[in-house]
């Protein structure tokens, strides 16, 4: 089983690291490339490899474009809660992360989005995210790291499954460059990016595990990074047992399959005079 998703974090990260970085061209056009450039040439290579595939869209982005996330669902495509800002959960108050999350709920409602998931923002969950989202009645999430199957998380709200993500399955850790903010600093080949995917893809096969692969418009879009993923879709599906679907459609079936496991959050009572601060 795969999944292509794609969070469209245009402007949000930039600006999560602060808001003067607005008034800086450069900055700012590296990242509204993402929604501008990116998202269409994606959306059309989805549709000639034929493949569905989910748009993680902080509210915020939604906002300030208003068709962007009803024309990817009018494609055929998903799309899911990827916060309001982008700010990092780890950086708020238990209050601001439940304002950030509602926020976002409420541009999609009002968009006439039906969202099923959620991504937290640079994946940093709090122990209050999984919560959050069994509250409010969505049914999976895609920002942690306990295994590499879905896997159900319980919460006083019931059960999330939870779609796990790797570092090495991002494309984050191999494109993302920017002088200032720091963002990153490497500029990988595509085609050793396309090798180390494919290699994960093999593994993941092997191993009977979902291939969870996280992309950004904005990175993924350019043109030689396009023809890399070009390559590994078509690869996957000269591969019988690589089926690519909805986040969504996965967790409804690992939800219908009993050998689903349970991993509770983790939760640890560290000893302060062993672990400082
Ligand atoms: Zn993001």
Do not use: K
Not at 50 to 77: K, N
Not at 172 to 177: I, K, R
Request: glycine share 6%.
């Amino acid at each position: 089983m795969a999944t292509l998703t794609f969070d469209v974090d245009a402007e949000t990260p930039i600006l999560a690291q602060g808001r003067r970085f607005a008034d800086q061209p450069m900055v700012m056009s590296h990242q509204s490339y993402g929604p501008d450039v990116g998202v269409p040439r994606i959306l059309d290579l989805l549709d000639e490899m034929r493949v569905p595939a989910t748009f993680f869209v902080p509210g915020w982005v939604a906002e300030q474009r208003p068709g962007l996330a009803r024309s990817i669902v009018d494609r055929g495509h998903e799309v899911a809660h990827h916060s309001y800002s982008h700010r990092p959960p780890t950086s708020m108050s238990t209050g601001e992360e439940r304002v950030d999350f509602e926020r976002a709920l409420d541009v999609f409602a009002a968009q006439n989005v039906d969202i099923a998931g959620h991504r937290a923002a640079m994946w940093s969950a709090t122990r209050d995210t999984v919560g959050l989202i069994a509250e409010h009645g969505l049914v999976y999430d895609s920002s942690l790291m306990g295994d590499d199957r879905p896997y159900l998380v319980d919460t006083e709200h019931g059960s999330v499954m939870e779609l796990p993500v790797h570092w090495s399955l991002d494309d984050w850790e191999q494109y993302a460059f920017l002088p200032e903010p720091n963002i990153g600093s490497v500029i990988e080949s595509p085609v050793e990016v396309e090798q180390l995917w494919r290699a994960e893809l093999d593994g993941m096969r092997r191993y009977g595990c979902l291939f969870n692969l996280c992309m950004h418009p904005f990175l993924t879009g350019r043109p030689g990074r396009m023809i890399a993923l070009r390559n590994l879709i078509a690869y996957a599906q000269e591969c019988a047992d690589v089926y690519f679907a909805r986040c969504r459609d996965v967790a409804e079936w690992a939800r219908d399959d009993p050998e689903t496991p349970r991993r509770p959050l983790p939760d640890y009572d560290v000893d302060p005079a062993v672990y400082p601060d």
